[in-house]
């Protein structure tokens, strides 16, 4: 009886009998609050809630341009509208390919599908789990259009690799920013080293406005064609007989009352990424040389907002796998789970059977997703296991997930020669 001598040790996993560790509830705060409502009340007393006529949305694009410095920042109502957009005003369309990640939100192969335009799955890098430059250069073709770049949990691409082949390739860089909001690279804001970067603000990333999207670009003719992209290609520079749509383009605009949401949340941003850093970067140091279990790192150059907490298991190293260990850590009072979106989106029915429409040709049946596309973002989903968090986390809520952590990996080490 392997657990018999260590039924009373302050080591004994909960999962196992042990004393829970993490008793008392996690940090949580009011995420809207007189700041919001204020907005809200000044947005409503417009007595307008379209964005032209109003002045909530026009404040915030002229705060998250400025707040990243470039010139131009296009709201809409979604991350999914944000990253369309961004594929309209590039001009991707029917038979072109864009290469992207396989592990990331639906927003951000929706689109591409849309536009008849065919999502080519490029493989991750091990370590920061984003777009590896390398297999983004082989996946290129003679019809590859973009690069969408996604940074996942708020860790940045590798972005000078991808802006160098890009250039090199004459391709489009778009940046999926949507887990990323407030993260930095090589001191500069995500977003803003692409033609294009694309933000989310629906309810589960570090600012909201319950839904919504707000984009970037430096280009000024790239901007004109986004704002086309995301009011139905209505120019609302003329009057109404002119206003002669010249290409596709859907109704994605961000209303006044989304608008005031996000202009308190967006004042909020740098404390919010702050606190988050400071937790992630403490449980990092912590944590760090923790046998059997690989910590998040940062891409080089790269300072996250860190939108969850991504650890990997080392399973011959661990002694058990990504559910064992997340059920123990769940059990300790950790809120974790593995797998995060379970499968690469390559492996949805939505690819694999080529299903986006119920009939008709495609582009992208001509390409083939199966499983095996992307042996390390398969990998990566195997082993991973997600630690929510947010910014309102204490320091005895960093105490209490290092010691059960520790004591989980500790237990799992020690006894995996001992069998079960
Ligand atoms: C959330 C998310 C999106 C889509 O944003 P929505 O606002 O939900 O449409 C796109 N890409 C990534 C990586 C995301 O996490």
């Not at 335009?117 to 490029?122: G, K, L, Q």
């Not at 590859?144 to 940074?151: K, P």
């Not at 007989?241 to 005031?260: K, S, W």
């Not at 095996?372 to 991973?384: F, K, Q, V």
Request: with cysteine; glycine share 8%.
């Amino acid at each position: 009886m392997p657990y018999s001598e260590a039924q009373s040790s302050p080591d004994l996993p909960a999962i196992l009998g042990g004393n829970r560790i993490k008793n008392t509830p996690f940090g949580k705060e009011r995420r809207y609050g007189d700041a919001e409502l204020q907005e809200l009340r000044e947005a409503l007393e417009q007595q307008t809630l379209f964005y032209v006529h109003g002045q909530k949305v026009r404040q915030l694009e002229e705060m998250f341009a400025e707040k990243n410095g470039v010139r131009f920042a296009i709201a809409c109502n979604s991350g999914t509208a944000a990253i369309h957009a961004a594929l309209i005003a590039g001009g991707i369309s029917p038979g072109d390919e864009v290469i992207t990640a396989p592990i990331t939100d639906m927003g951000t192969v929706i689109p591409i599908l849309y536009q008849g335009a065919i999502p080519i799955f490029a493989d991750l890098d091990p370590q920061t789990i984003t777009l590896s430059p390398e297999a983004v250069e082989a996946a290129i073709t003679p019809r590859t259009r973009a690069v969408l770049a996604v940074h996942l949990w708020g860790n940045a691409c590798d972005l000078d690799s991808l802006r160098a082949l890009c250039d090199r390739h004459d391709l489009l860089l778009i940046e999926d920013c949507a887990q990323a909001c407030g993260s930095h690279y090589k001191g500069c804001p995500v977003g803003t080293r692409g033609a294009i970067g694309c933000f989310s603000l629906n309810e589960f990333k570090q600012i909201s406005c319950g839904d919504g999207g707000i984009i970037l670009t430096d280009d000024e003719a790239l901007a004109t064609r986004l704002r086309l992209a995301t009011d139905k290609a209505y120019n609302r520079q003329v009057t109404g007989a002119l206003r002669q749509p010249a290409f596709l383009a859907g109704n994605y605009r961000m209303t006044e009352l989304q608008g005031a949401v996000a202009l308190a949340q967006l004042r909020k941003l740098d404390d919010i990424v702050e606190r988050r850093r400071r937790w992630c970067g403490e449980l990092n140091r912590r944590l760090r040389g923790l046998a059997g279990l690989t910590l998040p790192t940062p891409t080089n150059g790269c300072n996250p907002s860190w939108w969850n907490y991504p650890m990997q298991v080392v399973p011959d190293a661990l002694g058990v796998d990504s559910d064992t260990f997340a059920a123990a850590l769940r059990a300790e009072g950790l809120p974790v789970g593995a797998h995060y979106i379970g499968a690469c989106v390559y492996a949805y029915p939505v690819f694999a059977e080529h299903s986006a429409f119920a009939h008709g040709e495609h582009p992208y049946a001509r390409q083939k997703y199966r499983q095996g596309l992307c042996p390390e973002a398969e990998r990566i989903l195997r082993d991973i296991v997600m630690l929510s968090i947010n910014e309102a986390y204490t320091e005895d809520d960093l105490d209490q997930t290092e010691r059960a952590i520790r004591r989980v990996v500790g237990w799992y080490h020690a006894h995996q020669d001992r069998g079960s």
